[in-house]
């Protein structure tokens, strides 16, 4: 497997393990086979309603609307969830920016705009190609958006920044460090760091009450847990 490495605005190394074309492959056939089931259900439904008001053209009106959330699959779950589709879930893949920064939503609108040409027109040929003559595997909407997938296990080197290891389902605490600057974080993980390896007590408690007074988060965690909190949060919103 081929590895990227990215450096994000924050100075942090980060570094990828990309998706192969197998895996991106076994992805797009598991979100396939899902659409496939979607679309029979839609059709049962559409000709059940149009035997009950014995009006074909109902049933093909009502069958057009319920397709619409299909051909907006992909845009809306990886919008949703973090550059994932089921199937992209199930091989534990996901679309990240190649310059390491977070993914936005007009990052996933160029992918799915492009797919008309990456994949339904010429079967997906061009995007297999691209993909396969691509140094990071990019299809061509990936190149356009600036994208590259990859799995999901990454490596991060996290030394000498401001920034936490978090497990891979880690959830935030508090929405409010996005008020924090780097600067600000920076300072709060070198006073944490030398009191706590020290067991200043008193430190820990100062720090936690001004910063307690500047994200105004009104918690009832204890010192250390809500530093910790604190730090790790600031990494959950500012991460590549």
């Known amino acids: 497997m081929a590895n990227l490495q990215i450096t994000t605005t924050q100075n942090v190394n980060l570094e990828y393990t990309l998706a192969g074309v197998g895996e991106r492959i076994l992805a797009f056939l598991v979100d396939g086979g899902i659409l496939l089931l979607y679309a ?28 619409l959330p299909a051909f907006c699959y992909s845009l809306v779950l990886q919008s949703i969830f973090n550059g994932q589709t089921v199937g992209k879930m199930i091989l534990k893949i996901r679309v990240v920016r190649r310059d390491g920064a977070p993914v936005q939503f007009s990052n996933y609108l160029v992918r799915w705009m492009l797919r008309l040409v990456d994949i339904w027109l010429f079967f997906g040929s061009i995007g297999l190609l691209s993909m396969l003559f691509s140094e990071a595997y990019q299809r061509i909407g990936d190149a356009a958006a600036g994208t590259v997938v990859v799995n999901n296990k990454r490596k991060t080197r996290i030394d000498h920044t401001i920034l936490e290891e978090l497990e891979q389902e880690y959830s935030p605490v508090f929405p409010q460090v996005t008020r924090l600057s780097d600067r600000d974080v920076r300072l709060i993980k070198e006073i944490y760091g030398v009191a706590r390896r020290s067991g200043d007590y008193g430190t820990l408690k100062a720090l936690r009450e001004k910063v307690e007074g500047l994200l105004q988060t009104g918690s009832d965690l204890y010192d250390k847990p809500y530093l910790d909190a604190v730090l790790k949060d600031y990494s959950y919103y500012t991460r590549g």
């Open 40 to 67: 029979l259900l839609v059709s049962q439904i559409a000709d059940t309603i149009g035997v009950v008001f014995d009006d074909g053209w109902t049933g093909i009106g009502l069958a057009s609307l319920m397709m």
